[in-house]
């Protein structure tokens, strides 16, 4: 899917956009390494009725519940998995389970950053001709810590941790940063949270599609309206040939 002027496309790259780039799963991995402790989790329940894809479901409403109350961050997904785990087990949750289970989320703090192909050069040329801001959600002090250990912060002339990614945020924060919404991109791997809320707010979109995406991510990627444009690109270091 890439709605764009063919012209454009194939003879020049577009110039002077803003473009407004998601963390997670867009600059570096993150959640494979959920995946991976939920995995761990899931057969350290050994759950003697329900099946691993039951147990997943139940853990995906205790998240959305959480989310909704606390926010998102591993103080969240820490919270879900106990909550879940007291749910479905008939056994009261010792101190050696809860160390247990907290275990599954340190595993994932203690993960290095590891970035996405192609994203350090992608972004140092884009830079050269883009104004670049950071648009994420989350725990702030958890995303800011990452950024920093990443080594793309130089790169950014902003940053933006937000609560929830949804189409008034987005509103807000063009009113906030005075963007043009015809020369505003979102680029990003999340249909809920990246693309379709940034074009229902009347911004331009690039979809990063990720094979691990976070399953409450998970939408189907809605049509631009009017003049807005939407890409659709195999991997980050594509818009290149767009920007």
């Known amino acids: ?7 454009l496309a194939a003879n020049e790259r577009l110039r002077d956009q803003i473009l407004l780039i998601d963390a997670d799963d867009t600059l570096w991995e993150n959640n494979i390494y959920f995946e991976r402790a939920i995995a761990s989790f899931i057969s350290y329940l050994d759950h003697r009725v329900h099946t691993r894809e039951e147990v997943r479901e139940h853990l995906n409403t205790c998240e959305r519940l959480t989310i909704a109350e606390h926010g998102y961050g591993l103080q969240s997904f820490r919270r879900s998995l106990v909550t879940c785990f007291e749910q479905l087990t008939d056994s009261p949750v010792t101190a050696e389970k809860h160390a247990r289970i907290v275990a599954f989320t340190e595993s994932i703090a203690a993960q290095e950053i590891e970035l996405l ?6 972004l140092e040329a884009l830079r050269q001709n883009h104004r670049l801001f950071l648009v994420t959600k989350g725990d702030p002090e958890e995303q800011m810590d990452k950024l920093h250990h990443s080594g793309l912060f130089q790169f950014f002339s902003g940053t933006e941790v937000l609560a ?4 008034e945020a987005y509103h ?6 005075g963007f043009a919404s015809e020369r505003t991109w979102m680029i990003g791997n999340s249909p809920r949270s ?22 409450l991510e998970h939408e189907s990627v809605d049509r631009p309206k009017g003049s807005r444009r939407l890409l659709e690109l195999a991997n980050f270091a594509e818009l290149m040939n767009h920007f």
């Open 117 to 122: 192909p192609g994203v350090a050069e992608t």
């Open 1 to 7: 899917m890439v709605s764009i002027p063919a012209a």
């Open 194 to 215: 990246d693309i379709n809320p940034a074009m229902a707010a009347g911004l331009n979109a690039a979809f990063i599609p990720h094979d691990f995406t976070w399953v």
């Open 164 to 167: 929830e990614k949804h189409e």
């Open 172 to 177: 807000e924060l063009v009113r906030r940063h």
